[in-house]
């Protein structure tokens, strides 16, 4: 008699355990779907590549998905854009060893297109986009142009809504670094933009 | 005393320019697009739960490691040990080959066409 309490036991905790896996994955899912198109367009700016954007935002699906899906929802936010600004990062590293490599080789796409040419080109994109008078576009050029740790500190911060607290932790930064990083790229963003200001 | 300062003003205007903006940006994706961060999600999400790791339980573990323990132990005593005299020899032997290859560099390439040089040994044998 114990035997089988203790069977119907395991099989509760077995059905408690597969529930909330799957009460898990509806929620995660409604959480990527929420942020998946802010996430694509923040790497997209970063690596200026749409293919290498959707591989970093799959991997960074993947990573929350696999360790973090048990933790709970509030954290969710600031553990995926500290996952997906850390394989932003590892892109950059990558592409320096890259160049450094082979630099000397003719680059053949645009997956190989290294940082430095990235931000060349995005030097260019303002003027015309100002010329076009379309604040859209030139922003995203002249986010292009900042350094990575400004641009990542002004996204999360203003797009993504993150505290100076959860953006550090993203960020991998003092929450001191994030304010400076902060005040630095509004300060050169409307340096840029000057022309859109409506002052 | 109620001033506000106006470079924050302006500061928290342009953020929010800048806002809606990049959420205009963001909603502009196309169709291919899209349906690749579908893709991508649904390939995250069937990997909830999957880094589940069976553990093996302290009853069973404890005294299994106690048991590699102790045959490690037995097979270090019950193994055959040379003595002193003999390790030497071993020692000495090995290492005097090893000076023996490494002192005669025209005999490595000796050692590296040894099948061939065999073979060509049992030819003259045979003729």
Redesign the interface.
Known sequence: MAKLEALEWYWDEAITAEDS?ST??AE??RF??SV???A??MAEIAVGD?EEA?DL??DA??K????Y?ARPSDEWGPLFHRILQSRIRDWYRRSKVRKRLFGWLPATSAAETDVAEVQDQACVEPLRQLESEN???A??AALQQLPIRQRQV??LR??EGLDVKQTAAAVGCAEGSVKTHHFRA?KA??RILSEY??? | MSKKNPTSE??T???Q???I???????E?DAA??S??RQ??S?????????KKWRMPAAVSIPLAFAALFAVLLSVQLLPRPTQDETHLFAAESLSDEWELLMADDEIAFYDDLDFVIWLDSQGHAG
């Not at chain 2, 390939?43 to 880094?51: I, T």
């Open positions: 896996v898990n994955a995660l899912n990527l779907a998946e198109k802010r694509f367009r749409r959707l935002v799959q699906m993947c929350l998905a696999e360790k899906a604040f859209g576009p922003l995203i002004f996204l203003v797009w509004i963003l409307r200001d409506s002052d | 302006q500061q205007e342009f953020e320019r800048s806002r903006a990049l959420q205009q940006h963001a909603e994706l697009t899209l690749r961060l991508a999600r390939r995250a999400l069937e990997r909830v739960g999957s880094r």
